[in-house]
């Protein structure tokens, strides 16, 4: 019987803590603009602009979305320079 390490993590392990803060940014970034774009779509039911205020949360949230999708890839960037 082969005796396993358990104090040593595994590389599989290591590469999917390395990533994951990665992975999540492209849903981040699309639950932003979704969540935009649907509370512009209610604001429209309400005050009866359609489709004016779809369209301005649809922009508001791409812009929202894109600017923390690059402050994090920046704040992951820094980390990892310090980390090496």
């Known amino acids: 019987m082969k005796n ?4 040593k993590p595994s590389s599989l392990g290591q590469a ?3 990533v994951g803060p990665y992975l999540t940014l492209g849903i981040q970034l699309i639950v932003t603009i ?3 774009i649907f509370a512009g779509h209610w ?3 309400k005050f009866d602009t359609s489709p004016l ?3 301005i949360g649809g922009l508001l949230g791409i812009a929202a979305g894109f600017y923390h999708f ?3 890839i920046l704040k992951m960037d ?3 320079e310090e980390d090496a």
Do not use: E, I, P, V
């Not at 396993?4 to 104090?7: E, Q, V, Y």
């Open 53 to 55: 205020l779809t369209l």
């Open 43 to 45: 604001a429209d039911g």
């Open 78 to 80: 820094r980390k990892s």
């Open 70 to 72: 690059f402050r994090a």
């Open 16 to 18: 999917y803590r390395s």
């Open 34 to 36: 979704l969540l935009c």
């Open 4 to 7: 396993h390490n358990t104090d």
